[in-house]
């Protein structure tokens, strides 16, 4: 693969998501990164998002839906969606390792990584139902 021009706008998108653990969308992004650089297209921050997916500085995370989010946190990890303000918050296991080696032990193959995805009810939802009911 040629070696990528560096890009002041590249720099900024990786940057942001490094910072934020938002995971955002690529709307959200764009939305972000066009206050520092007032010209930068939608488009544009598509094509380095990806870039950068593609050279393994970014995870994305895609949605059922069709929706993509964003996570400049590299190491493996797991999401929970949160199904009612859509909140995706990042779980970390000790065990992601131990699952891939009792995987393996299961499967005529080689597993070199897995994905999980939670869902449910975030803890700020929990609570924000909680006080609706009982106010």
Do not use: W
Not at 4 to 9: D, E, G, M, N, V
Not at 15 to 22: A, D, G, V
Not at 97 to 111: H, M, P, S, T
């Amino acid at each position: 693969m040629a070696t990528l021009k560096y890009s002041r706008q590249r720099e900024a998108i990786k940057e942001y998501l490094s910072h934020t653990k938002e995971h955002p969308s690529a709307d959200t992004v764009y939305l972000h990164i066009k206050k520092e650089f007032p010209n930068i297209s939608l488009g544009t921050v598509y094509r380095n998002l990806n870039l950068l997916v593609d050279t393994g500085d970014i995870i994305k995370i895609t949605f059922s839906d069709g929706g993509d989010r964003f996570d400049g946190a590299t190491i493996p990890h797991y999401h929970f969606f949160c199904s009612e303000c859509g909140k995706v918050l990042d779980l970390n296991f000790a065990e992601m390792e131990r699952i891939n080696q009792l995987a393996n032990e299961q499967f005529d193959g080689v597993i070199e990584f897995h994905e999980t995805k939670f869902h449910g009810r975030c803890g700020d939802c929990i609570r924000n139902a909680r006080v609706q009911y009982s106010g």
